[in-house]
């Protein structure tokens, strides 16, 4: 065998190896971005939005003015 043949050999042992290596590294991260694409539909189900938590609150504090409302008439009726 001439030194011409085993370079040749010895590159196309280590272009495997890189080459198995890339493979399993390119798999691992279309893994990992399924399930970070999974984690982020599970959140969004999970949590509500700003506009949500502004509507509801602001539902809220309606009812309380109401509330307020109705023992302001209470109070007055019941000192005059």
């Known amino acids: 065998m001439d030194l011409s043949s085993i370079w040749i050999a010895a590159l196309t042992m280590v ?4 080459g198995w290596i890339l493979r399993e590294k390119a798999a691992e991260l279309q893994r990992v ?13 999970e949590y509500v939005t700003k506009a949500e938590v502004h509507a509801d609150i602001n539902r809220v504090l309606d009812r309380i003015d109401k509330l ?13």
Request: net charge positive; proline share 0%; no cysteine.
């Open 15 to 18: 272009t495997s190896v890189l």
């Open 33 to 45: 971005t399924i399930l970070l694409n999974r984690t982020r539909e599970e959140v969004a189900k």
């Open 68 to 80: 307020g409302e109705k023992l302001d008439r209470m109070m007055g009726v019941k000192n005059a």
